[in-house]
């Protein structure tokens, strides 16, 4: 079927010997999606297939969202989106997060296709949040257990704090905040599937801390972007041309690194909203809720 091989011992795997340019059983796809609830991160290498087939391998795995609300997409493919970067439109996806944590429902996975990769730099890193739980002492998951946070767009206030189109910024930002969106989830969270209990927390979209002042929330949200920036809990990839990631979502951030412009770098994502291999009743909560 195919081989796997565990790029750290925490997080992530490549999978060899999958031929991704034929169409996929069912007993392959449902080992590729026990692979993923294990590593996390998974990579297939020379998967040179076309958007069609990529949007058809991701539909396999659930339903996909809508299209990104600021980035755009593949001519004649709504649901992948186009991540294109050079000098002229430089990356802003370096830094940790986890994708649309500030939806009402939050993504369950992301399929990516390097399409080109400069010949230095452009790696991507991911990282574990079940890791981080692990790492909590007794006494912090106890107390993070009762807590929740607050997640809005974050760093895309950016693109609205401009006038424009004959609105203030003010205003745009204000319908910005309505457009994006903002949701409340329990600091740590239990994987619907897995079971696993995980840090629910990405630096890049957390604003507040429920019932603490700002001065308060603003501390432990530096100590838990702290406590989450280890390398032992990480992964970093180095791209080659076509190859596949796809990630779970619920249970890992990732960072694309910005070092090799004024080089080019193309990147095809789909993500997918709902998972269709999630249980109705799964041995987990949903991941909106806090560990009981």
């Known amino acids: ?33 026990r692979a993923l609830l294990e590593y996390q991160v998974i ?11 990529h949007l058809a391998f991701a539909q396999s795995f659930g339903e996909l969202s809508a299209p990104h609300p600021l980035y755009p997409h593949v001519p004649g493919f709504e ?42 730099g452009g790696d991507t890193l991911w990282s574990s949040c079940y890791a981080a739980y692990d790492r909590l002492s007794e006494g912090m998951k106890a107390h993070l257990k009762e807590l929740k946070a607050i997640h809005d767009m974050g ?21 910005g905040m ?13 994987h619907p599937v897995t079971g696993r209990p995980f840090l629910n927390f990405n630096e890049a979209f957390v604003s507040h801390i429920v019932g603490m002042t700002t001065t308060e929330s603003n501390a432990l949200i530096t100590w838990l972007a702290g406590h989450m920036n280890r390398p032992e809990d990480q992964l970093r990839w180095r ?3 076509n190859t596949l990631a796809m990630w779970d979502n619920r249970v890992t951030m990732h960072y ?14 789909i993500t997918v909203i709902r998972d269709r291999r999630e249980p109705e009743s799964g041995s987990g909560e949903d991941s909106s809720r806090a560990v009981g």
């Not at 401009?162 to 319908?175: C, F, P, Q, V």
Request: net charge negative; glycine share 4%; charged share 25%.
């Open 1 to 33: 079927m195919f081989s796997v091989h565990p790029v750290t011992p925490v997080i992530g795997a490549e999978l060899r010997g999958l031929d991704m340019s034929r169409e996929l059983s069912s007993e392959v796809l449902d080992a590729l999606y």
């Open 43 to 53: 990579f297939v290498r020379d998967a040179d297939i076309s958007p069609a087939s």
């Open 79 to 120: 649901n992948i989106m186009l991540l294109e970067n050079n000098e002229a439109t430089p990356p802003d996806t370096n830094s940790w997060h986890t994708d649309l944590t500030f939806k009402e429902e939050q993504p369950f996975a992301s399929i990516l296709i390097a399409r080109h990769v400069p010949e230095v």
């Open 155 to 175: 760093d895309f206030r950016n693109n609205f704090s401009e006038d424009s189109n004959g609105k203030t910024a003010a205003e745009r930002l204000s319908g």
């Open 178 to 190: 309505t457009r994006m969106g903002q949701s409340i989830r329990p600091l740590i969270g239990r």
């Open 239 to 241: 791209w080659t041309n």
């Open 256 to 269: 694309a690194v910005a070092d090799y412009l004024p080089q080019h770098r193309s990147m095809n994502r």
